[in-house]
């Protein structure tokens, strides 16, 4: 991270906060009204070099402690596609600074906290429009269990310093993301059809260099989605047979794409009768959207779990259930947004709102399933 200093930056607030003093009673020791210390908390204002003084005595500290020169600018690592002028939202991971591009409708209702500038080399340089501490407040969960997001709100909601951000991401891409220092945590399903266990013979793959943690979420339903009413009366996997059905497929790196894969071999499907079924290659990269596709008649089934066809409003056959968990390096399990998050994970008004999207069995929730070397 390359900072460019820049605007006044205040902690005045959070300095009165954790000395235990009000507003009132900190402007009356500083010899100040109320109001003049509100417009100094918020930034709007500058504080003569007297005042400043002043507060600094009056909270016992020094005035490097109060105040600072923010930088105007950073360097950072783009995590996806931006041009100039995008707006991104920034994380600090391990040594690095991510750019998180803010995109499509769902990035209009999130402060960003700056605007690429110019692609640079390595990264890309960001002007920045907010408090850039937050990066370092800020965790970056990878999956595409549409409940993460319901997650990371919660967490906000709790916890007002904090920030977590999502990206979504099948399973294994969702890895990967981890392993090369793209995120803090990832939320996966990966069924490994050999050694019939969810997550663990994946993550003892990965070779971090460091212990990982894989910490219980839920187990939820993964079957295959059709039209409302069933009209084609599709029960399972043998009703793909006669070819008459369209599919609609998760990409290679889907924990439902692994599932799949797993119920046509034990259908007795070979890889060739496989790759021939209407639609098999013809893929998308959520849950979601998968639903989409089935709900608007481009396709008569598609594998995936009960929540995504529930919030489409598609029927649901259910064909097994998995373990979901949160794969946590050992490094970051004590950042303070994913303690956060793995608190509010197991808090009674979170999984009150989960229980009602359907298909999801929270018994778990929170339980170390395994540290993996």
């Known amino acids: 991270m390359l900072p460019t200093a820049g605007t006044l930056q205040t902690l005045v607030q959070q300095r009165r906060k954790d000395a235990g ?18 417009k100094i908390e918020a930034g709007i204002s500058a504080p003569t070099t007297v005042v400043a003084l002043r507060l600094a005595q009056a909270l016992r500290c020094g005035l490097d402690e109060l105040f600072r020169l923010a930088p105007s600018e950073v360097h950072a690592q783009l995590i996806g596609v931006a041009q100039p002028g995008g707006r991104v939202q920034l994380a600090q991971v391990g040594e690095t600074l991510l750019a998180i591009p803010l995109h499509g409708p769902a990035g209009l209702s999130h402060r960003a906290d700056g605007m690429i500038a110019a692609q640079l080399e390595h990264g890309v340089k960001v002007d920045l429009s907010g408090d850039l501490d937050l990066a370092g407040r800020t965790a970056v969960l990878i999956g595409c269990d549409p409940s993460l997001d319901l ?24 890895l990967a993301g981890v392993a090369a220092g793209e995120a803090h945590l ?31 979420l839920w187990t939820w339903e993964q079957g295959l989605m059709m039209a409302a009413g069933n009209p084609r009366k599709i029960g399972g996997i043998d009703d793909l047979r006669g070819h008459s059905l369209r599919l609609i497929n998760r990409d290679p790196g889907a924990g439902s794409r692994l599932m799949l894969d797993g119920w046509l071999s034990a259908a007795g499907f070979s890889a060739a009768q496989c790759a021939a079924l209407p639609g098999y290659l013809d893929e998308v990269d959520s849950p979601l959207e998968a639903a989409r596709r089935v709900q608007s008649g481009a396709a008569d089934v598609a594998p995936g ?24 390096p050992e490094s970051h399990l004590n950042h303070p947004a994913v303690r956060a998050l793995l608190h509010t994970a197991c808090t009674p008004a ?24």
């Open 151 to 174: 997650l990371a709100a919660h967490t906000r909601t709790a916890f007002s310093d904090l920030r977590v951000i999502t990206r979504p991401a099948s399973s294994q891409v969702a």
């Open 305 to 328: 779990p009960r929540v995504a066809a529930q919030a489409l409003g598609l029927h649901f056959v259910p064909l097994q259930r998995e373990h979901f968990d949160l794969i946590v």
């Open 350 to 373: 979170f999984l009150l709102e989960l229980a009602t999207l359907g298909g999801y069995d929270a018994a778990q929730v929170g339980q170390l399933r395994g540290i993996v070397p």
């Open 186 to 216: 990832a939320g996966i399903h990966l069924w490994d059809t050999q050694s019939g266990e969810s997550n663990l013979p994946f993550v003892r793959r990965m070779r971090l260099g460091q212990p990982v943690h894989v910490i219980a």
């Open 21 to 38: 003093l009000g507003p009132t009673e900190l402007a009356r020791r500083a010899g100040i009204t109320r109001q003049a210390l509100h």
